[in-house]
């Protein structure tokens, strides 16, 4: 199986900025693929949200609110993603989730399955 561990989160007064970082290790078995990653966020009293995703190729989507503030990306060699947070809002504060589409070779098998991340907390102060 797979870990994602994020990394980068904080506390910033708004109009700053924030860079997470995502990791993927194989726990077991070894990774063939990663597939399609995103992040996603979670504020309280509300449902996990898409906010920007990016596809193996390098194409990538963002949620409305965060067009053109913020800027996903990859590295593949390094099974790692990132989120640059740029002009950040109060209401930008949530814990935000690493989710990525990960292949993997265990034995003689190969699967395919979604991973997420523990969280990490980004909290932004008017």
């Known amino acids: 199986q797979v870990q994602l561990a994020e990394s980068g989160g904080g506390w910033v007064q708004a109009g700053g900025s924030l860079r997470l970082s995502c990791a993927a290790s194989e726990a077991s078995g070894r990774i063939v693929r990663i597939n399609d990653m995103a992040w996603y966020r979670q504020a309280p009293g509300t449902e996990r949200e898409l906010v920007a995703g990016i596809t193996s190729g390098g194409r990538t989507n963002y949620a409305d609110s965060v067009k053109n503030r913020f800027t996903i990306s990859r590295d593949n060699a390094k099974k790692m993603v990132y989120l640059q947070m740029n002009s950040l809002k109060p209401e930008d504060t949530a814990v935000y989730y690493c989710?990525?589409?990960?292949?993997?070779?265990?034995?003689?098998?190969?699967?395919?399955?979604?991973?997420w991340g523990q969280g990490t907390q980004v909290t932004v102060s008017s």
């Open positions: 989710n990525a589409q990960i292949t993997i070779i265990q034995s003689t098998t190969i699967m395919t399955s979604a991973y």
